[in-house]
């Protein structure tokens, strides 16, 4: 079974430009969840996606959005970007069952963003 | 508060040497999971154990064991007679309350195996 897949792999934009990055989960998974990772604040959840509506939402500002589709594939965007905005971006998928609330989530290997 | 805390920022052991990573959680939660997960210098975060907090038998995997103790909430990982393949980040985890998939991760804990 294919793993996580997450494009790109890099990527290096400037400040003010806005970035787009793209998950695909593990075939059968239906809920997709995004994480932050920096050296200062660590692992930080961003938000879930299920059934293409959004079920859970981190602290970010609103500069950070997503979106999921029918075939529960995700991106998530960041608009405006600032130089806080460095990271390594990860994308985790799960079966999501409503009733099981703690599926374990098998992460990809990250998108790492760089921005200048 | 949700809460993970790895005090460990980093363990430098040599390899075939023992080496206990600890976690200690709080939660408000009556019944919850905790995670472990391991992040190698590729980026990945790799899954490694999910324990229900109605279980505090220990656990086994090979090398690999977790301490689950209710009582001092912690749920600490063993790693027996290291190697450098296990040279990465360790991370512990645990789920919001009522959160689904939304996982309050520890600070993590950097283990070095020198050869």
């Known amino acids: 079974k294919a793993g996580v897949t997450q494009t790109p792999r890099y990527l290096i934009k400037t400040r003010g430009q806005q970035v787009t990055l793209s998950c695909s989960p593990i075939s059968g998974h239906r809920s997709v969840s995004w994480y932050q990772q920096t050296p200062g604040q660590g692992l930080q959840f961003l938000f879930e996606?299920?059934?293409?509506?959004?079920?859970n939402k981190g602290n970010f500002p609103g500069r950070f959005s997503g979106r999921q589709f029918s075939n529960s594939r995700s991106e998530m965007n960041v608009s405006t970007l600032e130089l806080g905005d460095s990271a390594l971006y990860l994308c985790?998928?799960?079966?999501?069952?409503?009733?099981?609330?703690?599926?374990?989530?098998?992460f990809g290997p990250g998108t790492r963003l760089t921005v200048l | 508060a949700q809460k993970v805390t790895q005090a460990q920022t980093e363990i430098s052991v040599v390899e075939k040497e023992d080496v206990t990573l600890d976690c200690v959680y709080e939660t408000r939660d009556t019944t919850y999971y905790l995670f472990w997960y391991k992040q190698p210098p590729s980026g990945e975060l790799v899954f490694l154990i999910r324990?229900?907090?109605?279980?505090?038998q220990n656990e086994i995997s090979g090398r690999y064991s977790w301490n689950f103790q209710k009582s001092t909430s912690s749920f600490n990982f063993t790693i027996t007679a290291s190697q450098v393949v296990d040279s990465a980040v360790y991370f512990c985890a645990l789920p919001f309350s009522g959160g689904y998939n939304k996982l309050i991760f520890g600070a993590g804990t950097r283990l070095a195996v020198h050869p």
């Open positions: 324990r229900n907090s109605f279980d505090e």
């Open positions: 996606y299920f059934s293409e509506t959004q079920r």
């Open positions: 985790a998928s799960s079966l999501g069952r409503s009733l099981d609330f703690y599926n374990e989530q098998f």
